[in-house]
DNA sequence: ATTGGTTATGTCAGACTAAACATATCGGAA
DNA sequence: TTCCGATATGTTTAGTCTGACATAACCAAT
């Protein structure tokens, strides 16, 4: 129930971008690993894509969302700024809302079962 | 304020189907033009791909969400089932419940404002 | 200096998507 | 019977997105 793998919430503003539950869960894989390579693994996603994701938000906020650094013993690392924080808390804000909405249940009784195939 | 066109919701289903302001405006479309491509035109898409999107609602919910018929003095018509019009009501409340969160405008409030171009 | 794990980019083929064009069918009304 | 606007599909081309591979730069610790 913490991770509904049968719901995903994605928000189009009129900037172009798009954000939903991929580029969510990339945040929040960076605030625990640490890093973007981290993230990636953990999504199972290229950190070629990760990064592109990263950059991706970082020009369409106000001021990026991860600060992150290279070289070093670890060789680097990435970690969410405040507003990074504050972007990830809202969407999860966002999400657990539209998980307790009634008409979502409706939405969602009003599809196939599952046991149909494609 | 009606139709705010910063802001798109889109749900994405376990069953593989995603739902978002694309097929809710098209349901809307036929309910208020009576026919697909009366629709499809209204929203500048083709005739095709409004079939299409049509075709992947009837086969992913549990009963078909657009009731359409050929021939006949204007060549036939489409509107929508009960199903569909409460379906489209549902995600309609979806949409109006998230206008309303004030995280959104948070979220708004993070973002680059109009003037970047790119 | 060497090392190692990470950030940061480039490239390129293949998959997937979208758009454009083309037909065939239908059936009430004139 | 002919016609018209709509449904219903097929085909093809163009454009976009994705994934895999490759490489360079970075720098604290050893």
């Not at 954000?19 to 993230?39: N, V």
Request: hydrophobic residues 40%.
């Amino acid at each position: 129930m913490k991770n509904d793998p049968r719901l995903s919430l994605r928000l189009h503003f009129e900037q172009g971008l798009t954000f939903g539950r991929g580029k969510a869960d990339l945040l929040q894989g960076i605030a625990e690993e640490g890093s973007i390579s981290g993230a990636g693994r953990r999504l199972k996603m290229s950190y070629r894509r990760a990064w592109a994701l990263v950059e991706e938000m970082n020009g369409n906020f106000r001021a990026p969302l991860v600060d992150s650094s290279r070289g070093g013993a670890k060789g680097g690392g990435a970690t969410l700024t405040e507003l990074g924080q504050a972007v990830l808390a809202d969407y999860r804000a966002l999400e657990a809302m539209l998980r307790k909405a009634p008409e979502l249940d409706s939405l969602r009784a009003s599809l196939c079962d599952m046991s149909d195939k494609k």
